[in-house]
């Protein structure tokens, strides 16, 4: 894991001092070292966390003709094997390093290396050969690459930061970016909340010649079977390949790395498999990390004692309370660099800095594994919906939506009702999008309270089913919401917000087995029946694992990764920050909001202390607070304020010509 940051620049040579400011904010992504590389075109920089062949993978990297220079940010896991394929095609290897077999594949395959590729990345290469600059980001967006245009110049980075040291690059929220955050919890790729500022969708590469505007071109997408169809076997078979792709994943993970890797437990299915995966096929001493609430309706410490005893790992964990959330939540905000809509991110920012004050600087966590396998209600409630669908009139249909709830059932005279006005709405049962509709209009709600100077859309939730591919219409219901997820909550919130984000604030690398490429293609062709089997969630994984996770996990409901949400901005312990960037001059300057709304949501909060909120009003001041601290950090009037020069790079290679 690093920081990686460059110019493209055809009609002057780059300026070096830009591209060591660019590096600068991204020091707490690669604290190891740092390296530059320039020419009469392009400059590639690089802040580097040492984790495979630390004393030789030095950045950016070129193959033995200086043709080809990379810079990158991840893990290529098959690098092993993929350096053995070259070397029998004649390339020639200085390193031990994932970073040059990328170099040699790219002079080898071209963009063909990408399908080969698995792993996790972001990353740059410039071919002096065809004067191209290239982009690429893996397959589900683990890792993020930014770029904005300024003239004929291209800037990029891991971080929309780094792109904002330089002066001449515009300062603004996008609109249509809120709009999409305020409906699907982040941003669509390639859009992003800063207006001009772009990132490269998961899955694709961009290839820039000339100062002309990047081509975009797809090497993958999710893609599943016909309705009904699906790789041939029964339960037990799928189950056992399940099982075998999740092993080998996990061991890839946690074995390819040279310096130490520990292990998330969260109390669900999920990190427990890949916890025991690690115990029982490979020969490391395992340390596990969880996170914990003072709060007993969020805490999850039973389950994860459970674990660690039955694993026998060497664990630690951090108890997290609303104030600590109040506390590190513009630290929170300025490293997610988008609006949120939980506080949920908080306290794994806490648990990473955790990790590293243990001495560790990888963890393996089980992120991925709802969306691949079929593990959120989202799913079990368009089952229903999509039966309740085929009668929207009939009322004994209407009450299947007990069977996702069961205490609904315990007050009939309120249930009907209830599922009516939330679960009821939008039932066409020719919608592409049925598994989505109600999260989408409740959290929609929220841009109501948008200024009258914020001009939307109001197509965000069109405009994605726009983009859905053709042959999603003869997919099952299911792969349609699988798809919906892993094109905007996985790769916007889970695995940017929620994830790398906050592991890279604190300098450690996550690394995600259920996200593996052969695990992705296995999934991708089982039948949606076996992975939602009736209203099962994740069944095929219970049942692969059912040796080494107890049953009190595999039985467990669902329960989503909460964190505490307005209790920590208001009350006795509210941080001193709430009132400066709510303040009525703050939302003036920012003129995202209106101020009457935010003032009415604030007093509202304050009489309930936070804690008598409901769910929408607890989105909308999250929402408030995260877009005034995004403005006061990014776009404000005190915005610019210069980073700290990194040290002294460690490799820096300055030549007009090679």
């Avoid at 920012?590 to 909060?605: E, I």
């Amino acid at each position: 894991m690093c920081g990686i940051a460059g110019i493209h620049s055809p009609g002057a040579r780059p300026d070096a001092d830009l591209l060591l400011d660019m590096m600068a904010t991204l020091g707490h992504r690669g604290p190891d070292g740092s390296g530059w590389y320039r020419d009469e075109t392009v400059a590639l920089g690089h802040t580097r966390l040492a984790i495979i062949d630390p004393s030789a993978g030095v950045q950016p990297m070129c193959g033995e003709r200086e043709e080809v220079w990379v810079t990158f940010n991840g893990e290529i896991f098959n690098y092993v094997e993929l350096r053995a394929q070259l070397r029998d095609r004649g390339h020639e290897f200085r390193t031990h390093s994932d970073t040059e077999v990328i170099v040699h594949a790219w002079e080898e395959w071209g963009p063909g290396c990408f399908e080969r590729f698995n792993g996790q990345w972001a990353l740059a290469i410039w071919d002096r050969r065809t004067r191209e600059l290239v982009l690429s980001r893996d397959r589900l967006g683990v890792r993020p690459l930014h770029h904005v245009r300024v003239g004929d110049r291209l800037l990029f980075a891991s971080e929309v930061k780094a792109l904002f040291r330089d002066p001449q690059v515009p300062r603004a929220f996008d609109p249509v970016g809120l709009e999409e955050v305020l409906t699907f919890w982040s941003t669509v790729a390639p859009r992003t909340v800063f207006a001009g500022v772009a990132q490269v969708r998961p899955g694709t590469y961009v290839v820039f010649r000339d100062g002309a505007p990047g081509v975009s071109h797809t090497y993958f997408e999710p893609t599943f079977p016909e309705r009904g169809q699906g790789s041939p076997g029964d339960l037990d078979a799928h189950a056992a390949g399940l099982r075998e792709a999740v092993i080998e994943a996990t061991r890839l993970r946690f074995e390819r790395s040279d310096v130490p890797v520990g292990a998330y437990l969260s109390g669900g299915i999920d990190s427990a498999v890949t916890a025991a995966v690690i115990r029982s096929f490979t020969d490391a001493d395992l340390h596990t990390f969880s996170l914990r609430f003072a709060d007993a309706e969020y805490d999850e410490g039973d389950h994860q004692a459970l674990m660690t005893r039955r694993l026998g790992t060497t664990h630690r964990d951090i108890v997290v309370s609303h104030r600590d959330i109040g506390v590190v939540f513009p630290e929170v905000v300025r490293h997610a660099e988008t609006p949120l809509l939980r506080t949920a991110p908080a306290p794994m920012y806490l648990l990473s800095r955790l990790v590293r004050d243990s001495g560790y600087k990888v963890v393996v966590t089980g992120e991925g594994s709802d969306e691949v396998l079929a593990g959120y209600d989202i799913f079990r409630e368009a089952k229903v919906r999509e039966f309740w669908a085929r009668d929207p009139g009939s009322g004994l249909r209407a009450r299947a939506v007990e069977l996702l709830y069961p205490w609904l059932g315990r007050n009939p005279n309120q249930a009907p009702a209830f599922a009516q006005s939330f679960f009821g709405r939008n039932l066409d049962a020719d919608d592409p999008a049925l598994s989505h509709r109600p999260r989408w209009d409740s959290t929609g709600a929220l841009t109501a309270m948008l200024s009258d100077d914020v001009v939307t859309t109001g197509r965000a939730a069109e405009e994605l089913v726009d983009r859905m591919p053709a042959e999603a219409a003869g997919w099952d219901g299911l792969s349609r919401a699988q798809w919906l997820e892993m094109t905007t909550l996985l790769p916007g919130y889970i695995l940017a917000s929620q994830g790398d984000r906050m592991l890279m604030a604190n300098s450690i690398e996550g690394r995600f087995p259920f996200l593996d490429a052969e695990v992705l293609a296995y999934a991708g062709r089982l039948p949606a029946r076996h992975k939602l089997l009736g209203l099962d969630e994740k069944h095929l994984l219970k049942r692969a694992f059912a040796d080494l996770v107890p049953e009190e996990i595999r039985s467990r409901p669902k329960q989503p990764y909460r964190a505490p949400d307005a209790s920590g901005f208001v009350g006795e312990d509210a941080p001193d920050w709430v009132g400066e960037v709510t303040s009525p001059e703050a939302v003036l300057e920012a003129g995202v909001f209106k101020p009457a709304v935010v003032d009415g949501l604030l007093a509202k909060s304050r009489r309930s202390r936070g804690r008598a909120l409901s769910n929408t009003d607890s989105m909308r001041l999250a929402a408030v607070l995260s877009v005034q601290l995004l403005h006061h950090q990014f776009l404000g009037r005190e915005a610019a304020s210069s980073p700290a020069r990194p040290p002294t790079p460690t490799t820096v290679m300055d030549a007009v010509t090679l």
